[in-house]
């Protein structure tokens, strides 16, 4: 079974332009996530989704971050205009629905992104 | 506000040492702790711990949850190099919600 991917591993822009993330949940998981760690800090929690529908954006930072999750496949995560304090690492994670019976999300490598 | 603090924030041992990580929470409606061992890239999910006093195992490793005093502990023993990790903590509040994470706790373990 593969695992959740994400892609780019690594992204440079600068301030004020526009990065599209993208993350591959595992095959059959309903539930996908969006986390990101800033330097020194913990993982936290941006937006929980249920196959196309957003069930919790509580920790999306600001308007300037857009998720759709189109078919309830694939996700996107864009910031626009990207600012310093973006930079980090963005993980994605997917888990299985109600039937699964258990909530282990299972993590992608993250996305860096290094805003200059 | 949820809350998860981890202890120590980062440990170094030697080759077969054993170790023991904390994790400390104040949750409402808690549902979960999972533990996650982050090596290079992507954090691989070690345990999940929902009732108090059961441990799960997994060859080196062992966890527990103490409910009453709000924390768990992931014990290693007989450390080896592979070991060397961040090692983090979180926990969740409903079955498919969000996952609220310590600091996580950087162990180095040295041959």
């Known amino acids: 079974e593969a695992g959740v991917t994400q892609f780019p591993s690594h992204s440079v822009i600068e301030k004020g332009q526009t990065v599209t993330l993208r993350c591959d949940p595992i095959?059959?998981?309903?539930?996908l996530y969006w986390y990101r760690r800033v330097m020194g800090k913990e993982i936290k929690f941006l937006l929980h989704?249920?196959?196309?529908?957003?069930?919790?954006e509580s920790g999306m930072p600001n308007n300037r971050f857009l998720a759709e999750r189109t078919g309830g496949t694939y996700s996107t995560l864009k910031v626009q205009p990207a600012e310093l304090e973006d930079s980090g690492v963005y993980f994605c994670?997917?888990?299985?629905?109600?039937?699964?019976?258990?909530?282990?999300?299972?993590f992608g490598p993250g996305t860096r992104l290094t805003v200059l | 506000e949820d809350k998860v603090v981890q202890s120590p924030l980062s440990l170094v041992v030697h080759e077969g040492d054993t170790v023991t990580l904390n994790c400390s929470y104040e949750?409402?409606?808690?549902?979960?702790l999972l533990w996650y061992k982050q090596e290079k890239k992507a954090p691989t999910f070690l345990f999940m711990l929902?009732?108090?006093?059961i441990e799960k195992k997994s060859g080196r490793l062992s966890s527990i949850l103490d409910k009453k005093e709000l924390s768990s502990i992931l014990n290693i023993t007989a450390t080896q190099t592979g070991d060397s990790a961040i090692y983090l903590c979180?926990?969740?509040?409903?079955?498919?919600?969000?996952?609220?994470f310590g600091q996580g706790t950087i162990l180095t373990v040295h041959p």
């Open positions: 989704f249920v196959k196309e529908s957003k069930q919790d």
């Open positions: 095959s059959g998981h309903d539930n």
């Open positions: 979180a926990v969740l509040r409903t079955s498919y919600g969000k996952l609220t």
């Open positions: 994670a997917s888990s299985r629905d109600l039937a699964g019976g258990t909530n282990e999300q299972f």
């Open positions: 929902t009732s108090s006093g």
């Open positions: 949750v409402t409606n808690f549902r979960s």
